[in-house]
């Protein structure tokens, strides 16, 4: 069965952004809230989730759950993004924009691995 290039995209996207968790671990410290704990365990779970999710996105078995996955792990990094905006909100600016910008971005994320739920 051929499998939608858009589908080999996420599960990409995922992949490295997975990866890039555990080679640039301090970027995405640094956006997890104050009222998380352990942020440091919180970065290595998402990023493997991120991988996982994203083969197991590849797999006809387990696409379905990976796509539910991926919903939950975007609600769930979500505070991490809305604090990074609201740490940045120091007049306007270009970076100001592109993080006001990504919190809607996380919705079009959500429906696009929501047409994988079926």
């Known amino acids: 069965m051929n499998l939608p290039w858009h589908l080999y995209l996420m599960a990409f996207l995922y992949i490295i952004a997975g990866i890039n968790h555990f080679k640039n671990p301090g970027m995405y410290i640094r956006i997890i809230p104050p009222y998380f704990q ?3 365990l919180l970065n290595s779970l998402s ?4 991988i996982i999710l994203g083969i197991l996105l590849t797999l006809p078995f387990s696409r379905v759950i990976a796509a539910w996955g991926i ?3 975007l609600i769930a990094v979500f505070p991490a993004n809305w604090y990074m905006f609201q740490r940045s909100k120091k007049g306007f600016s270009l970076l100001n ?3 006001l910008v990504r919190l809607p971005l996380q ?3 959500i429906l696009w691995a929501y047409l994988y739920t079926r």
């Open 97 to 99: 924009f592109i993080l």
């Open 38 to 40: 352990n942020p440091k």
């Open 71 to 73: 919903i939950a792990l």
């Open 107 to 109: 919705v079009a994320l």
């Open 47 to 50: 990023g493997a989730a991120e």
